[in-house]
């Protein structure tokens, strides 16, 4: 028996994933989960590049803007709900299409990733959020040298809860894989360096059009603390254009060291016209 089939849009930021996913969502009768670990938060739109609803052609999305900001939502989390929103989209006979740049968040539900409950900490976050980035990746490095080696050094969130993950259990946390129950067709995109560049700091410069600033203020006056922006990407008061452009690339560039690593991804450089006939054939081919 065949296993269903769930198309995966992933790559670096700023290469046009939403926009692929819709067209291809409207050619297959399909629904579009979201995989970043930002857009899944309320309030945080214009920061975390979201769809827009004109955006999305009437083209169902999950996971888009479903968690207050002030919950640190974990990849587990993650995992159980888009395993949910999977099963409810082939229930209805369409077919689920996961588009988004979070790695973690993508190898968690691709590869059958079995993660360990481990309930939030608030004693121990607590006296790690008095720490640098760098004392946090050696003290993850002391715990657990092989989740040290693929984490993202400058993500605090992430490094936090591998910290609080390791300790719970005493050491390193022993993750176990089990066979997917369905089959992921991995689409990538990305785009040459001087390119991506030219990209970012377009989309950069629509941000701040767009109201970035008042967004970051709305976020501070709904309760949302500077260590909280900063955990989720703000790490700056008065964020300035070249300071945005200059941490995007640098996260365009690990999404793509992440991504590496995956021989089952069919790339395709987005600054070219996508042949979506192409990507067609291969979605049917699985």
Not at 99 to 106: A, E, I, K, P, R
């Amino acid at each position: 028996m065949n296993k269903p089939k769930v198309i995966v849009i992933l790559g670096q930021t700023a290469t046009g994933k939403s926009d692929l996913a819709v067209k291809i969502a409207k050619k297959i009768n399909g629904e579009i989960i979201s995989a970043d670990s930002r857009q899944v938060y309320k309030g945080l739109d214009i920061g975390s590049g979201k769809i827009s609803k004109k955006e999305m052609l009437g083209v169902p999305h999950h996971l888009l803007g479903v968690i207050n900001p002030k919950h640190k939502f974990t990849v587990s989390e993650y995992q159980k709900k888009t395993i949910y929103a999977i099963a409810e989209i082939i229930k209805e006979n369409k077919v689920p299409i996961i588009c988004g740049g979070t790695g973690f968040y993508l190898d968690a539900v691709t590869q059958g990733i079995i993660l360990p409950e481990v309930p939030p900490n608030t004693k121990l976050r607590k006296v790690l959020s008095k720490k640098t980035k760098g004392e946090l990746f050696e003290m993850l490095k002391k715990l657990d040298k092989k989740r040290a080696s693929n984490i993202d050094k400058n993500n605090i969130v992430r490094l936090v809860r591998a910290i609080e993950i390791a300790k719970s259990l005493g050491g390193v946390p022993k993750i176990t894989e089990v066979k997917p129950m369905y089959e992921f067709i991995k689409i990538g995109l990305y785009l040459p360096i001087p390119i991506l560049e030219k990209k970012v700091k377009k989309r950069v410069k629509k941000m701040f059009q767009a109201g970035l600033l008042n967004e970051i203020k709305k976020l501070k006056k709904s309760g949302i603390t500077e260590a909280r922006l900063a955990e989720l990407g703000f790490e700056y008061n008065h964020p300035t254009k070249e300071k945005v452009i200059l941490e995007t690339i640098k996260y365009a560039k690990r999404q793509m060291t992440w991504f590496k690593r995956d021989s089952k991804i069919a790339w395709f450089d987005a600054s070219k016209k996508i042949p979506l006939n192409i990507i067609l054939t291969l979605v049917k081919k699985g």
